[in-house]
């Protein structure tokens, strides 16, 4: 990727929530970092009658510092709005129309799906019939499809999904969006392992005590309703999000830092997950409803869980002893996202160490050692060497989806989901789905406040 290289981004859904609050923020900083290609346009679909300027308008207010008319400008002229039915093959064959006839020697394409999941079919299968995965002749690469989650609501519907997709796209023009493992926290997961002798040596179950994963927030579900009440936490975090980091934390070694070889194994740790059969889902599970949820949802009698627990096995010579918690969940006592290994104590340890990857927020590292307290004694406590983002780099850190964006421009797959994990993510928890939809006399219902400890 060079800055001279044109670039045209296809936004399906640029009136949308996460258009307006990830998405068009994410490309703004990425003009004034200079790390968009000076000669990039950017086309957003929507069936609404809106302007350039609402959609401006719109997520000035989602940047977080004070915005730069020079920049906004320079964003403004990228940008056309294009109203169309996305149920129409004529409307997208005018598309790739225009398209065409923009296209520049050594140009690609990007086309980014932020929509509802309900629509993904039909613009995919529209996308592909009318040609608009193809390369054009003069372009430097075939074009590339930036989807998010959810893939799908379980492990039939993902394979449908992958099935359909695979029918238009070559995988290696689909990039699965998962915005965890974009943090800058997630990114330093396999360096912070793998380039540090101190904890490699003892990455194992040999040392390693036990591994807690949290995605822990204060707030319910905000309106989202509809949504919610279809998905729930095990499927919103755990499945799309908390796998993949598991996967960062403990898979092995790749042979190499490019994509293909961290997908194999990111692939390899996630086939040694043991599925949690169903007589066994009572014991290693633990599910949660905050008090008010189904008010607030507008579903009376619904079992939806806004906080899930699971317990797993990797069934593999590093792991196998070493138990690993997953958890997430909302309307809770406090807001973080993070690992936490924890080492196992010598027999003369006044306590562990602990390792902890902070995803959000103050993204980060932070180990806990024991040292001796100040004084005559040999009393020891706990102590934390931290290392923060923010604190280390003065320069503005890039955003999650910032980083989106430049990996999809580049083709490096490594920060995305294949299908195959998509699919194994899917399978081991499909019996937990199971189980839980057949009954739910143990859904627990919490105050709002409550601590995840206390459930």
């Known amino acids: 990727m060079t800055k001279n290289q044109p670039l ?29 290609p000076n000669d990039t346009r950017i086309i957003g679909i929507t069936r609404h009658t809106t302007t350039e300027k609402d959609i401006l308008e719109g997520m000035t207010r989602f940047i977080s510092e004070p915005a730069e008319p020079r920049i906004l400008r320079k964003l403004a002229r990228m940008i056309t709005i294009r109203r169309m039915d996305v149920t129409s093959a004529k409307d997208y064959k005018m598309l790739l129309s225009d398209l065409r006839e923009s296209t520049q020697s050594g140009s690609q394409r990007l086309y980014y799906l932020s929509i509802p999941a ?14 608009h995965n193809k390369k054009f002749r003069v372009e430097s690469c075939p074009p590339k499809l930036l989807v998010e989650k959810p893939f799908g609501h379980d492990t039939d519907s993902a394979r449908a999904l992958i099935n359909l997709t695979k029918e238009h796209f070559d995988e290696t023009q689909i990039f699965r969006i998962d915005h965890y493992i974009a943090k800058e926290t997630a990114q330093n997961i396999l360096t912070f392992r793998f380039e540090n002798p101190l904890f490699e040596s003892i990455w194992n179950s040999h040392h390693v005590a036990s591994i807690k994963l949290s995605a822990i927030e204060t707030i319910g579900i905000e309106g989202r ?31 190499n830092f490019g994509s293909t070889e961290i997908h194999r194994s990111k692939q390899r740790l996630l086939d040694s997950i043991m599925p949690i059969e169903a007589d066994e889902v009572t014991a290693r599970t633990t599910r949660g409803q905050y008090e008010g949820y189904q008010a607030e949802a507008d579903s ?21 002893k070493t138990p690993i918690t997953i958890q997430a969940g909302k309307g809770l006592s406090d807001k973080y996202t993070e690992a936490l290994v924890t080492f196992r104590p010598t027999e003369d340890a006044a306590g562990p160490n602990a390792l902890i990857f902070r995803l959000q927020p ?22 934390t060497m931290d290392f923060d983002y923010e604190r280390a780099f ?43 939809q057949s009954a739910s006399d143990d859904l627990v219902v919490y105050s709002l406040g409550t601590s995840p400890d206390n459930l």
């Open 118 to 131: 309900q629509a993904f079919p039909g613009i995919v299968s529209n996308l592909g019939t009318t040609g």
């Open 225 to 255: 309703g509809a949504f919610y009440d279809q998905t729930g936490a095990l499927r919103d975090i755990i499945q799309s999000h908390l796998l993949q980091v598991l996967a960062l934390i403990a898979m092995e070694r790749p042979l």
């Open 394 to 436: 003065s320069d503005r850190q890039a955003e999650a989806y910032e980083r989106v964006i430049i990996d999809a421009i580049r083709g490096d797959q490594s920060l995305f989901a294949s299908s195959r994990e998509v699919m194994t993510s899917w399978k081991i928890i499909q019996t937990i789905l199971d189980t839980w």
């Open 300 to 320: 009376a009698g619904s079992s939806t869980e806004t906080f899930a627990r699971i317990d797993v096995t990797i069934n593999n010579e590093q792991w196998r």
């Open 362 to 383: 103050n993204e980060g590292i932070t180990i806990e050692l024991q040292a001796k307290k100040p004084g005559t004694s040999n009393t020891t406590e706990t102590v």
């Open 8 to 36: 045209q981004i296809i936004i399906f859904g640029v009136t949308g929530d996460l258009a307006r609050r990830k998405l068009l923020p994410a490309l703004y900083h990425l003009i004034q970092s200079g790390d968009l």
